[in-house]
């Protein structure tokens, strides 16, 4: 490790010196990008993370001076690589970078690619505000390139998210939205009735009876299909016992729902939280007789 920590100390400070010398028509970036290559992969080898983040974002400046922006967002990529394995946010920000000039250049698709890295970054770091944030970005870009498979993949982190963070209206509008735009797609159709059965579950945390049954009749509408299905057929049991206030009826509809489906944890999440509100109304009632 300290053998190549000091090889890439050497690159270093050659390139230091290349960029502090004379050169001709902008060949001195160019030679001293070169170098800081050779040091950042040094570096790394080192596992000197912070040291080739560094080292990077100076080759990145390297390029930018010789005007190699496709270079410079590249190197700004591989800066962020490094810092990932130390500091989130400082690996965000280079990617920020990469984003800004891949704009600049019209790659959008990259800058798509980028900005839903970003994203996982915030998500593997707990930063949800931050990870919708550059969800939402990346869906947008994606969506302009007609990317609609990555677009949808983006929106759906946001619903998910929006829904654990009691945004239930946004999470139901990009739920609909998605079952919607894929009813037309032979490759997504099968997908329609999950959609739904989420939107559905995010209507029921609202703990509006009239809301859950206008919603079953919409998606009955949008999708005819929907009416025979064990998700639909859940929701709507699910409503009746929301009426009717009974905890245990509640208990046992989402069991014999999940034994032939199996709930992952965020709807399992979300309908205990439906689940406490039952709970809570019932035990108002007790108080009142």
């Given amino acids: 490790m300290g053998d190549h920590l000091v090889r890439g100390e050497e690159f270093e400070k050659n390139a230091d010196k290349k960029l502090n010398g004379w050169g001709l028509f902008g060949s001195k970036y160019e030679d001293a990008a070169d170098l800081l290559e050779k040091a950042a992969n040094s ?3 080192a596992k000197a993370w912070d040291k080739a983040g560094v080292t990077y974002v100076k080759m990145a400046n390297c390029h930018l001076k ?4 496709h270079d410079a967002a590249n190197a700004y990529a591989e800066a962020a690589k490094c810092y990932k394995k130390i500091n989130t946010n400082e690996a965000a920000s280079c990617l920020e970078q990469a984003v800004n000039i891949f704009c600049e250049i ?6 798509a690619r980028y900005y839903k890295e970003i994203a996982e970054y915030y998500e593997s770091d ?4 931050q990870a919708i944030a550059y969800f939402e970005k990346a869906a947008e870009f994606f969506q302009n390139e007609e990317v609609t498979t ?12 929006a829904a654990q963070m009691e945004q239930y209206d946004k999470a139901i509008q990009i739920y609909e939205e998605i079952a919607r735009q894929s009813l037309n797609n032979n490759l997504l159709k099968y997908g329609v009735k999950g959609h739904l059965l989420n939107a559905g579950i995010c209507h029921l945390c609202k703990s509006d009876v009239v809301s859950i049954s206008n919603a079953l009749e919409k998606y009955q509408d949008l999708d005819p299909t929907f009416s025979g299905t064990r998700e ?3 929701l709507a049991d699910i409503a009746s016992v929301i009426d009717e206030e009974d905890v245990a009826k509640f208990t046992d509809v989402v069991k014999e729902f ?12 979300l309908l205990l939280r ?16």
Avoid: H
Wanted: hydrophobic residues 30%; glycine residues 4%.
């Fill in 150 to 161: 990555s677009a949808n993949q983006c929106n759906l982190k946001v619903a998910q998210y």
């Fill in 274 to 289: 439906v689940k406490e509100k039952l709970k809570a109304k019932e035990l108002e009632e007790d108080d009142l007789t």
């Fill in 106 to 111: 019209g790659r959008l698709g990259m800058a």
């Fill in 43 to 45: 570096y790394k080898l």
């Fill in 232 to 234: 639909c057929k859940f």
């Fill in 126 to 129: 707990q930063n949800i505000d």
């Fill in 258 to 269: 999940d034994s032939m489906t199996p709930l992952d944890s965020w709807k399992t999440t």
């Fill in 66 to 69: 010789s005007d190699s922006k």
